[in-house]
């Protein structure tokens, strides 16, 4: 089950359809993704940039722009105050955005934002350095038994945010009791809480497959678990947390938003056209190659959709004490 989550009572205490609208033209100039290169947004503006042009779906190239800052919160201000109308902007998002947003992390509302469309999941993982000690996912769970402050742990979110849960979910399911004493360092994304990781400042890493394959296929860092349900098709040889007794999953989906000011006619043009590129072999392939699970939600179903995920990672935060 894609969506799944867990939360328990240990987490507490250790954390104290499209619109039917006639489409209009719409034209991508820039994709913001508001984290460094390399990472999943990343992946996501240019990919999606990339397949767009090729499709003819927009005019021209996709401008992509890295805007980094507060997981996505100075994007997000940027767009509320300044491009609010902007139909040529899209921009990246995903479970860890809107985790964001439901803890109060961002300087505006969910509803400032149009939200177009999720095309595919990415899968969690956890992840340390090829030349770590620690072989396996059971070797990484006996040590934080034995000393859970003695491990370093990071993420591209803040304490409390989607990797950080995902990986206090791995170690209740575990048994360590006390998920307080893990450290946690918050990156603005993956590829720099893996490229600490290699420079030897962070034991673990717990984010998203896609925003580190490119480690994982060069070897430079060794996957301990995949949070799937299954194997991921493009690194089958990775183990799932299922399959060595740890019955945690964690998914997170990657889609696009626009300004809330921007039309209906826009807003459906939009939509019309990322569920082309969705259908596309290009896109296809693209999400694959790299780990995501293909899924599509568009329009007013996606809507619909952010607005579910963000009251359940509302409750999710209330049980953890991360928001009161």
């Not at 390399?38 to 992946?43: I, L, T």
């Not at 040529?88 to 505006?108: D, K």
């Amino acid at each position: 089950m894609i969506f799944r989550m867990m939360t328990t009572a240990k987490i507490g205490a250790a954390m104290a359809t499209a619109m039917t609208l006639t489409a209009l033209p719409a034209s991508a100039t820039e994709c913001i993704a508001p984290s460094n290169p390399g990472g999943g947004w990343d992946f996501t503006c240019r990919t999606i940039g990339r397949i767009l042009t090729e499709l003819d779906l927009v005019d021209g190239n996709v401008q992509v722009t890295n805007m980094p800052g507060g997981v996505g919160a100075v994007t997000f201000a940027m767009v509320a105050s300044e491009r609010p109308d902007d139909a040529e902007l899209i921009v990246a998002t995903s479970t860890v955005g809107i985790t964001q947003i439901a803890q109060g992390r961002y300087p505006a509302p969910l509803d400032s934002m149009r939200y177009l469309a999720m095309l595919g999941a990415d899968v969690g993982v956890i992840a340390v350095d090829d030349d770590s000690p620690i072989q396996s996912l059971e070797e990484l769970n006996a040590a934080m038994l034995e000393d859970a402050s003695a491990i370093v742990t990071a993420g591209s979110s803040g304490a409390g945010g989607w990797d950080h849960i995902r990986l206090l979910m791995v170690a209740d399911a575990a048994g360590v009791d006390d998920l307080g004493a893990i450290r946690w360092v918050q990156f603005d994304g993956g590829t720099d809480a893996v490229t600490q990781m290699m420079g030897g400042q962070i034991d673990v890493v717990s984010t998203d497959l896609g925003e580190i394959a490119g480690f994982v296929e060069s070897g430079d860092i060794r996957v301990l678990a995949a949070l799937s349900d299954d194997p991921i098709p493009a690194f089958p040889d990775i183990p799932t947390a299922i399959s060595q007794g740890i019955d945690v999953t964690g998914y997170n989906w990657r889609g696009l938003y626009t300004g809330g000011d921007v039309t209906d006619a826009e807003y459906a043009a939009w939509v019309e056209k990322l569920e082309t590129l969705y259908n596309s072999e290009a896109w296809q392939t693209a999400a694959t190659q790299s780990g995501l699970v293909p899924i599509w939600r568009g329009g007013e179903a996606f809507e619909a959709f952010v607005r579910e995920q963000a009251d359940v990672m509302e409750e999710i935060s209330r049980d953890i004490g991360v928001i009161e």
